[in-house]
């Protein structure tokens, strides 16, 4: 059975830095893309950063320069720092794999 679990969130004042854990069970990590996306208040889920099995990175264009996502296959994990947060990035980061889901972790920015 494949399992997500995030860690890491909390509230950080604007300009500050978090990086976001999610640990995935299962076998089949190493072949897979994993994805960062968030859901804002009243706002739809959306993709934040992404990764494939080999690397190949995606972000969406509000958070480039700011966010980094990495992975390490040896741990089943995938990553995402984030730096210099702003209000806007205040939303609940989910971490995805296909059509498996964590349950999510709360990023709050806030002065």
């Known amino acids: 059975q494949v399992q997500l679990v995030e860690s890491g969130g909390g509230s950080v004042q604007p300009g500050g830095s978090l990086r976001l854990s999610c640990v995935v069970s299962?076998?089949?990590?190493?072949?897979?893309?994993l994805a960062w996306y968030r859901q804002g208040p009243e706002k739809q889920r959306e993709l934040v950063a992404g990764?494939?099995?080999?690397?190949?990175?995606t972000y969406r264009d509000s958070i480039k320069g700011r966010f980094t996502i990495s992975r390490d296959n040896a741990k089943n994990m995938v990553f995402l720092q984030m730096n210099n947060l702003k209000p806007e990035d205040t939303a609940v980061y989910y971490c995805?794999?296909?059509?498996?889901w964590g349950q999510g972790t709360q990023v709050t920015v806030s002065s």
């Open positions: 990764i494939t099995s080999d690397n190949r990175i």
């Open positions: 995805g794999m296909g059509q498996y």
């Open positions: 299962g076998n089949i990590f190493s072949s897979s893309t």
